[in-house]
């Protein structure tokens, strides 16, 4: 591979924040190219790859997935037979055909039938009134039965896209303002996904924008600008000692992505960059649990010290991070093979066939795929996560009634 550029691989391997590529690293098939250039040299063809590899495992989870069978049609199997022989026998003792219509009549299993597929529609309509796609019943009726619920964390326990989450302030001389104020007038007119981040932190702020002269990229480290007579200069680690600027921050943070900013040669700022936890979250995760939900657990292609650090945030206790999709519906198999039924929550391509391993996929509606939308079971037409409690309430509910 040649050339370089920054690479969304969320849909393959759900990492929250662009990744830079350069000459000689590995491109994945099916993620997108959001800044720079590159030429890419194919060394996986067709089924191969890891896109294709979902594709397969997307498959074999289907055609594996058990069917689910009613309770009622267990029961109308062995009752029908049963009510024959007993009309035949009264008839035989009787010859007193109008007893046995009316014992047909009575002891018909159509009402037994015919009671649950109303009950099962009027919750599909209720749900569905709330935003919440059921694409049967029986994922309804199983969903009541549910102990276990995987999340996916980036897009579905997490907004999926970067944030700025803190400012260090390392020159006293500045205020939070007048650096975010510096920042974003020299980001303006990058389009690096990491520019967005502090974009939006600036307009949250409501700091005022200046036109930035000599603007220049260091394509893969950051960019340079002067904004009102001061000269900036913000990216990586590696563009700060290229310009010999010393950087000495007050505190690491192995979970979010430090972009650095100096002023005049000077280091003046870090913004700490991360993917937010999504609005609703932890009150969602609470209430599943006093709804009877026993394990949650996060799977996540992230490293190990984000994964930890959204998942404590959020109260979960189990996660697994650095998961590939084959490693999702790994996990999902190894919960069903101790008996637990188990309902994944995701958005992204990769989550595709662990939502069709697991006894009941949900997918988030705006922000998934198309292909985790298809995957998946029940679709929660806005990406509130308390539309996955509700869910599992009127799930309940429905179960109650039948």
Do not use: C
Request: proline share 3%.
């Amino acid at each position: 591979m040649a050339g370089s550029g920054s690479v969304n691989q969320a849909p393959i391997t759900g990492e929250s924040v662009p990744v830079e590529k350069n000459s000689g690293t590995e491109v994945f098939a099916g993620t997108i190219l959001e800044l720079g250039a590159l030429d890419v040299e194919m060394t996986k063809a067709g089924k191969d790859t890891v896109f294709s590899r979902i594709i397969a495992l997307v498959e074999e989870a289907e055609s594996s997935k058990a069917p689910i069978e009613k309770l009622t049609d267990k029961v109308a199997a062995w009752l029908i037979p049963v009510v024959f022989v007993f009309v035949l026998g009264v008839y035989l003792l009787t010859k007193d055909v109008k007893l046995v219509i009316a014992l047909l009549i009575f002891t018909s299993p159509a009402e037994l039938g015919l009671a649950t597929p109303l009950v099962t529609i009027s919750a599909i309509a209720r749900a569905a009134r709330e935003g919440i796609l059921v694409k049967g019943g029986k994922f309804l009726e199983e969903l009541a039965k549910i102990k276990t619920i995987v999340f996916d964390k980036t897009g579905t326990l997490t907004i999926g896209k970067p944030t700025v989450n803190r400012v260090e302030i390392l020159d006293d001389s500045f205020t939070e303002k007048e650096l975010v104020q510096l920042a974003a007038s020299a980001e303006n007119r990058s389009s690096h996904p990491l520019a967005n981040a502090i974009l939006m932190y600036a307009d949250n702020m409501g700091a005022s924008l200046s036109e930035p002269t000599d603007f220049e990229v260091f394509k893969g480290k950051g960019i340079s600008a002067t904004i009102n007579n001061k000269k900036v200069l913000i990216g990586n680690k590696t563009l700060m000692d290229d310009h010999t600027i010393s950087v000495t921050v007050n505190s690491e943070n192995l979970t979010d992505t430090a972009i650095y900013m100096a002023v005049d040669g000077n280091a003046a700022s870090v913004f700490y960059v991360s993917d937010a936890i999504r609005p609703g979250a932890k009150e969602m995760i609470e209430e599943l649990k006093r709804s009877g939900v026993e394990n949650i657990i996060m799977l996540t292609g992230d490293n190990p010290q984000t994964a930890a650090h959204v998942s404590g945030q959020l109260g979960i206790t189990s996660f697994r991070a650095d998961m590939l999709p084959e490693d999702k519906i790994k996990a999902i198999q190894e919960l069903q093979s101790k008996g637990e039924k188990v309902a994944m929550v995701g958005d992204g391509i990769n989550d595709a066939p662990a939502l069709v391993q697991a006894n009941v996929g949900i997918s988030m509606g705006i922000v998934g795929t198309q292909a985790a939308m298809e995957a998946a079971d029940i679709v929660l037409v806005e990406d509130k996560l308390e539309k996955i409690a509700r869910s599992k309430a009127i799930s309940k509910k429905s179960i109650q009634d039948n």
